[in-house]
């Protein structure tokens, strides 16, 4: 595998993360927690979320994504490749991945490192699909200020194209507003 083909597939790796960044891996759903050490210890306000992404390869550098996202979180979002694939169990590429997401109300999330792990599909060289893709929202600005949240997400990287898509579904829980 080519220098240039392992970027490209990190790069739609990286897509992937950012779409499954929000949901759990235990089918998607967080539950109602408390919320962290604030002024006080209230409950959190949950909310389902999803929708779809789509982002082009290379539209930053060659290891940074960029595109639109739809539904519940529409908006913007990049991902950035941390490091070169690794082989993962099966024939699979797993790759890790800074999410980057604004809002089209102008409010960021943020996201620990997510981790793509891909399978090829049959009979292509280019097409990659999404095996797992969990990714875990942090925290943010504006109405995102202290939420939590996971994400789950499904899709399929064209390398050929040099573009993703993918459907992400999950949760966003919110702090208590004081």
Same mark, same amino acid.
């Given at each position: 595998?080519?220098?240039?083909?392992?970027?490209r597939i990190a790069i739609l790796a990286?897509?992937?993360?950012?779409?499954?960044?929000?949901?759990?891996?235990?089918?998607?759903?967080?539950?109602?927690?408390?919320?962290?050490?604030?002024?006080?210890?209230?409950?959190?306000?949950?909310?389902?979320?999803?929708?779809?992404?789509?982002?082009?390869?290379?539209?930053?550098?060659?290891?940074?994504?960029?595109? !639109?996202?739809?539904?519940?979180?529409?908006?913007? #979002?990049?991902? @950035?490749?941390?490091?070169?694939?690794?082989? $993962? +169990?099966? =024939?699979?590429?797993?790759?890790?991945?800074?999410?980057?997401?604004?809002?089209?109300?102008?409010?960021?999330?943020?996201?620990?490192?997510?981790?793509?792990?891909?399978a090829p599909v049959q009979?292509?060289? !280019?097409?990659?699909?999404?095996?797992?893709?969990? #990714?875990?929202? @942090?925290?943010?600005?504006?109405?995102?200020? $202290? +939420?939590? =949240?996971?994400?789950?997400?499904?899709?399929?990287?064209?390398?050929?194209?040099?573009?993703?898509?993918?459907?992400?579904?999950?949760?966003?829980?919110?702090?208590?507003?004081?």
């Amino acid at each position: 595998m080519t220098l240039g083909r392992i970027s490209r597939i990190a790069i739609l790796a990286s897509v992937a993360v950012l779409l499954f960044a929000l949901v759990s891996p235990g089918g998607g759903r967080l539950s109602s927690s408390k919320a962290a050490p604030r002024s006080g210890n209230q409950d959190r306000h949950c909310v389902p979320v999803g929708g779809m992404l789509m982002t082009n390869f290379g539209a930053i550098d060659q290891f940074t994504t960029m595109g !639109t996202a739809t539904g519940d979180l529409r908006g913007a #979002v990049s991902g @950035t490749l941390l490091g070169a694939p690794q082989p $993962g +169990a099966g =024939g699979t590429l797993v790759f890790r991945v800074q999410h980057h997401w604004v809002t089209e109300s102008g409010d960021t999330l943020t996201f620990d490192t997510a981790v793509a792990t891909t399978a090829p599909v049959q009979n292509s060289q !280019t097409l990659f699909a999404i095996v797992t893709y969990p #990714v875990h929202i @942090t925290g943010g600005t504006g109405k995102f200020a $202290g +939420a939590i =949240g996971d994400i789950k997400n499904i899709g399929e990287v064209d390398l050929a194209a040099q573009a993703t898509v993918f459907r992400y579904s999950g949760q966003v829980c919110f702090a208590e507003q004081d």
